[in-house]
């Protein structure tokens, strides 16, 4: 049981909906598409799968995160600073 | 013919390892995988859809804006702007 | 009481060091120096301003959140879901 | 002359207010404010240095790369491949 347990089935609809995106992509290379438009589609996908990060991430630490601080001590402490990293991470990518 | 045509086998292989980074995310969730390293790999597809619309952007400038800008005049106006909105996308995304 | 609170003098160090970068973004301006010179620079303001925000998140995750995350409740889901908002705002900026 | 020359005063103004911004950070850490109130202005300052940025990408485009793509040659793909760098940089920051 992790924070997104509850949420799988829609995580892995957009996912999906994600895959279907990078499909798309190849066949907009296929076909030569105009670059530019291209481009607007890999900003598209980037958005949903940053939008899919938050998601897990608001979950986490609504869950894992909260229930580590709720004990306190050094779990806490290491949980607080890899959700942290995680966040750096995507702030950053 | 754009920009990217010479270069466009290199574009579907790297589209298609990000669709298969994206088809994993989905098993991670499926499987109950813990969620900063779910993270770590939503970062990594983030990144890797990142350096290919930089690629992207890069063939354009050097090929479609080029050519407009030696035309000069609206045309290379319009390619210019074109461009612009799609870097300011791209850096909000 | 916040959880920058230990570290004040560190975050105001940082912070008039990118006063003065933005001072100096406004000297290359004035005085006329190469646009991409000033590109660079602008973007090291923004990672160091990023940076300046990563550590107060950090602060307030491992102090507020986890004070409210320990008390539970309505208290604690609030705070997540504003630490969530401003991750959010940050990713996206 | 570069691109962004004959918007050098309002360039000149926005750098000031992004100033003004910063040094109201210090403010804000010194007074004790609280910590989501601070990353909220942290993320204003970080859109405006990120919109100046593109304002002078996007000047620099048009004015410099243009001219070069007009003349060709190496001179041509050296500016492309720089004005290029620039945007990885930005896009990464």
Redesign the interface.
């Known amino acids: ?5 509850p949420s ?1 089935d829609d ?2 609809t957009r ?2 909906r ?2 279907g995106q ?2 798309g ?2 066949r907009m ?2 076909d ?1 598409k ?3 438009d ?3 589609q ?6 949903a ?2 939008s ?3 998601g ?7 869950h ?4 580590a ?2 004990e ?1 001590g050094e779990v ?2 290491a949980k ?5 990293d ?8």
């Not at 890999?42 to 958005?47: I, K, L």
């Not at 897990?56 to 609504?62: F, N, R």
């Not at 894992?64 to 229930?67: E, G, Q």
């Open positions: 049981m992790y924070g997104y347990t799988k995580y892995l996912l999906r994600i895959e990078v499909r992509l190849q290379v296929e030569d105009y670059c530019i291209i481009l607007t890999v900003s598209a996908a980037t958005r799968l940053q899919v990060a938050l897990l991430l608001e979950d986490h630490l609504a894992c995160v909260a229930h601080a709720a306190g806490a402490e607080i600073r890899e959700a942290s995680a966040i750096s991470r995507l702030v950053k990518s």
